[in-house]
């Protein structure tokens, strides 16, 4: 569903169901732009909060917007996925470092529902070690470093050298980058050849600059 | 069964009073002497009227109740909003349900030298509210809110659980926190979770704001030792310890590879360690939980048995109670 020869922009909304409806209006209307449904969003609103998202980002670009559920599964690959895909997702995330058998039965499961599965390699030190366990690959690998490393531990960097070393052995695989803020970090990270980058901190903090701010980032992806 | 006899059935309390007054009617110096046999008696078992309590609760809850569940259905507050304006919602004091019990329910916390059996509930609202009705009410009986519920209703499957369940239930969030871990204690703390829980392979300082929050918040704070391998390594370099440690063998796992065993033998070492409780998940028959709680441990945690509701699911609670003691 996503082509990989383009750079996507990844919007993570973590505010109150209202907020985040002024907020998707507010964007300006681009395919390149992706939205998740953060975790805390799921476990606060479950999956009505999806398909509200999906309708309302719907209705924004006038087609079928792209909205990823950030699950983080870590067990019961297949209930997961069926209830995301249902309420209307296009893709789910599972932990990478959940059982190898959740992750194989992650994977086939959102083959099976028809929606993207991507990988979240959060606290995962070698991405390579999981992702040469499995069965079959996932569409998107997303390297994250968690926000509360982020406010606690400054030195932890993102991952940013093994992005060509995945691509370099799996090829056709996407990757994603997340837990990078700033316009200096997404620049970054399409420098070095990710193909989507997720935000969500300055528009979870200033949720009446999302227009602006979604275009200064879309202007660096071109 | 053991538990409920310390409690009073609802007809047995209509006899109480039958038979107290029948005491003043004979000699008000009797009923007298009734009456401080009756102070005496619960002062002694402070349980006794939970059950009443509950359903006392639940009766005058059930109006805003019901309003909470309309308005999620139809997604919109204007239902309150016409109650506010003709002020019924204030008359009625239904407003805020908390504040409007008599007997307030005091904080829940976990006690060491008990032994609980938790009960997950992973199918739909309808099923869990079904299967609470069933079950035997009882203090050690912990009733567990499973991830795919959380992820499929959001924070409401909590709290009308809560408020379906008796009142004083030991409530736990299965929320599987990976990271902002201030954030989803604060909404499990709010939607009225006792306990929340969080992974052990999440990154060291999740889990450290995590136990800091749920002490902030006054709930019990359980790591799910998931995926990992060597649970002392985790526990170690923590800053402060939780309450509970899970260990636990996945859904997945069980069902895929049948020869990756619950690691019983950890259980001693923990505790032996670590002053804390230990909880162990993903054994479901009746030998499983023998064998965990030979082991020492303090909780035991099923869902397959209570997935559905049926006809014997109080008799296999209460089967699995008499294992635990």
Redesign the interface.
């Known amino acids: 569903m996503l082509n990989n020869r383009k750079k996507y922009l990844q919007i993570a909304f973590n505010r109150s169901l209202s907020e985040v409806k002024e907020m998707i209006f507010l964007l300006p209307p681009s395919n390149k732009i992706l939205i998740e449904a953060g975790t805390p969003f799921i476990k606060n609103y479950g999956s009505d909060g999806i398909s509200s998202l999906k309708n309302w980002w719907g209705k924004k670009i006038g087609e079928q917007g792209y909205i990823i559920a950030d699950l983080k599964a870590m067990d019961r690959g297949l209930r997961e996925v069926q209830t995301v895909a249902k309420a209307g997702a296009s893709a789910a995330t599972c932990l990478g470092l959940a059982p190898i058998e959740t992750i194989n039965e992650f994977i086939k499961n959102c083959q099976s529902n028809g929606i993207d599965s991507m990988i979240d390699m959060m606290n995962v030190k070698f991405p390579f070690e999981v992702l040469q366990k499995l069965k079959k690959l996932p569409d998107i690998i997303v390297l994250h470093r968690g926000v509360d490393e982020n406010n606690k531990n400054r030195e932890k960097q993102l991952p940013h050298n093994q992005i060509r070393a995945i691509k370099g052995v799996y090829g056709k695989i996407l990757i994603s980058v997340a837990g990078g803020e700033t316009t200096r970090d997404v620049i970054r990270t399409y420098f070095n050849d990710a193909d989507i980058a997720v935000i969500w901190r300055s528009f979870y903090e200033s949720p009446k600059n999302t227009a602006k701010l979604a275009q200064e980032f879309l202007k660096l992806i071109k | 069964m053991q538990i409920q006899k310390k409690q009073f059935k609802d007809k047995l309390l209509d006899w109480i009073i039958f038979f107290v007054l029948g005491a003043f009617l004979i000699n008000p110096f009797l009923g007298l002497i009734a009456i401080f046999g009756l102070i005496f008696y619960f002062f002694k078992n402070k349980n006794a009227l939970d059950l009443q309590l509950s359903k006392y609760s639940k009766s005058i809850n059930a109006f805003s109740n019901n309003l909470a569940r309309i308005e999620s259905i139809h997604?919109s507050t204007s239902v309150r909003k016409i109650f506010l304006q003709n002020n019924q919602l204030k008359t009625l004091s239904l407003e805020f349900p908390k504040k409007n019990l008599i007997f307030k329910a005091p904080q829940l916390r976990l006690e060491k030298r008990k032994r609980y059996l938790q009960v997950a509930l992973?199918n739909t609202i309808n099923e869990a509210i079904q299967i609470i009705s069933q079950i035997p009410y009882s203090k050690r009986i912990l009733i567990e809110v499973g991830?795919?519920m959380?992820?499929?209703?959001?924070?409401?499957?909590i709290s009308e659980i809560k408020q379906m369940a008796p009142l004083g239930s030991y409530i736990v969030a299965d929320?599987?926190c990976?990271?902002?871990?201030s954030?989803?204690v604060e909404?499990m703390a709010n939607a009225g979770a006792n306990a929340s829980t969080c992974?052990g392979?999440?990154?060291i300082?999740?889990i450290?704001?995590f136990i800091e929050e749920c002490e902030k918040y006054k709930i019990d704070s359980m790591i799910d030792m998931?995926?990992v391998e060597d649970p002392l390594s985790v526990l170690k370099k923590l800053k402060k310890l939780p309450r509970v440690v899970i260990l636990h063998r996945?859904?997945?796992?069980s069902?895929?590879?049948k020869e990756k065993q619950i690691p019983y033998y950890q259980i001693k070492q923990i505790k032996g360690n670590y002053n804390l409780l230990v909880s162990v998940a993903g054994g479901d028959t009746l030998r499983e939980i023998q064998r965990a709680i030979f082991n020492d441990a303090d909780i035991v945690v099923i869902w397959k048995s209570v997935y559905e509701a049926s006809e014997n699911t109080a008799s296999l609670v209460n089967e699995f109670m008499k294992e635990i003691k």
């Open positions: 997604n992973n991830t795919p959380i992820k499929e209703y959001g924070i409401k499957a929320n599987k990976a990271d902002l871990g954030r989803e909404m992974l392979v999440a990154p300082e999740t450290d704001t998931m995926n996945g859904v997945d796992e069902e895929f590879s």
